[in-house]
C-alpha cells in the first residue's frame, strides 16, 4: 500500500487545505475530549493545549506536511507513546467518536474523509492495549 502522505499528485496534506483544516479538525477533537468522562482521565495535563499541538504536528507530518512533529519529539512511537495509558475499546471508540467529529467539521471530499478516516481506525485499534472491560 503506498503511503497517502506521497502522493505524486502533491500530498495529502496540501490537498486538504494544509494546516488550517487540521487546527480544525484537531481543535474540534479536543473540544469534544475536554468534555468526555472516559477519555478526558487519559490527558494528564490540565490544559489541552499541548496536547493538541503535538497531535496536530503528528498528524500534518504523516500527511505531506512539515516535519516539525520528528524535530520537536523524535520518531512518533506511537505504541509506546500511549502504553501508560489503558486503552480498552471504550476508549478507541469515544476516541474515533470524537475524531469523526472532528473530520465532519471540516469540508473534505468523501474520498478524503474515507482516506482519513481508514488511517484514523486503524491507528485507533493499533492503540487499544487493554482486554475488553479493562476500563470498566
Known amino acids: ?6 502522493r505524486s499528485d502533491g500530498s495529502f496534506y496540501a490537498e486538504i487545505g494544509g494546516s488550517p483544516t487540521f487546527e480544525k ?4 477533537f479536543y473540544e469534544g ?13 490540565e490544559d489541552l493545549g499541548p496536547a493538541a499541538i503535538r497531535f496536530q504536528l503528528f498528524l500534518e507530518q504523516y500527511w505531506g506536511g512539515p516535519g516539525t512533529y520528528s524535530e520537536v519529539r523524535g520518531h512518533p512511537r506511537l505504541r509506546m ?15 474515533l467518536h470524537h475524531i469523526g467529529v472532528g ?6 471530499t468523501a474520498e ?3 482516506t482519513f ?3 484514523l481506525v486503524m491507528a485507533a485499534h493499533a492503540m487499544v492495549n487493554a482486554p475488553e472491560n479493562a476500563s470498566q
Open 1 to 6: 500500500m503506498t503511503d497517502p502522505a506521497s
Open 25 to 28: 479538525i484537531v481543535a474540534t
Open 33 to 45: 475530549v475536554a468534555n468526555d468522562p472516559i477519555l478526558r482521565p487519559l490527558y494528564p495535563e
Open 81 to 95: 507513546r500511549h502504553q501508560p495509558f489503558v486503552i480498552g475499546e471504550v476508549e478507541r471508540d469515544r476516541w
Open 103 to 108: 473530520l465532519d467539521s471540516v469540508s473534505l
Open 112 to 114: 478524503q474523509r474515507q
Open 117 to 119: 478516516w481508514a488511517y
